[in-house]
Each structure stands twice: as structure tokens, then as C-alpha cells.
């Protein structure tokens, strides 16, 4: 069994920070590519930000220079490091892991739960 778990949102005055942690735990091999989405209320889910195992990173436009994602391949856990947070930030934040499970099979976009982050003005 794996498990995605998502954790750190909040709620936070606009301009503030956040940090965001996901961890990967269960019968694993690997974890490659992990990214960060976000939905907002009536939106569709949109990708925020990935990173890869060797630690190459891209970023949505209206993130960069904001949001940092960065992670431990020890400890199989990402994080979002949010700053300069406004209200259209608020969202439910999704983790999602590309894994090689311990029989080698992939199960690539592999989904947490969300975590709700609110930014108030």
C-alpha cells in the first residue's frame, strides 16, 4: 500500500508564508518526478510547480519568483515553500509522485488528498 499525504496549509493573511510538505511512505522502490497542483473553488485543477529527482524544478508563470519547491529523496517528502501569498493562492493543494513500486511496476501520478492553504486580503 502507498500513501501520499499532504500537510501545512492554513489559513494566512495576504503578503504571509507557508510551507507546504508531502510524503510518499509505503511498499516504494523510488520516487521520480513530483509536483504540486492547486484547485481553487469552481476551477479546474492546474499544475503549480515540479521537481525532479536529480532536483530540477519548473514553475507555473504566476509562481515564480513566490513559491520554492524543493525535496528529500531520503525521507521521500516534497515541499512548497509559499511567500507572498494573495488570495488567488487559495486553493486545495495537491501533491501528486511518479513512483517505481517495490515490484518495479510504475505508478506514475499518484494523488494525495489536499491540503487546504486560504489566503485572506
Known amino acids: 500500500q502507498v500513501q501520499v499525504a499532504e500537510s501545512g496549509g492554513g489559513l494566512v493573511q495576504a503578503g504571509g508564508s507557508l510551507r507546504l510538505s508531502c510524503v510518499v511512505s509505503g511498499r516504494i522502490f523510488s520516487v521520480n518526478d513530483m509536483g504540486w497542483y492547486r484547485q481553487a473553488p469552481g476551477k479546474q485543477r492546474e499544475w503549480v510547480a515540479t521537481?525532479?529527482?536529480?532536483?530540477?524544478?519548473n514553475y507555473v508563470n504566476s509562481v515564480k519568483g513566490r513559491f520554492t519547491v524543493s525535496r528529500d529523496n531520503a525521507k521521500n517528502t516534497m515541499y512548497l515553500q509559499m511567500n507572498s501569498l494573495t488570495p488567488e493562492d487559495t486553493a486545495v493543494y495537491y501533491c501528486?509522485?511518479?513512483?517505481?513500486?517495490?515490484?518495479?511496476?510504475?505508478?506514475?501520478?499518484?494523488w494525495g488528498q489536499g491540503t487546504q492553504v486560504t489566503v485572506s486580503s
Open positions: 501528486s509522485a511518479d513512483l517505481i513500486m517495490s515490484d518495479l511496476v510504475r505508478r506514475p501520478r499518484t
Open positions: 521537481i525532479t529527482r536529480g532536483g530540477d524544478t
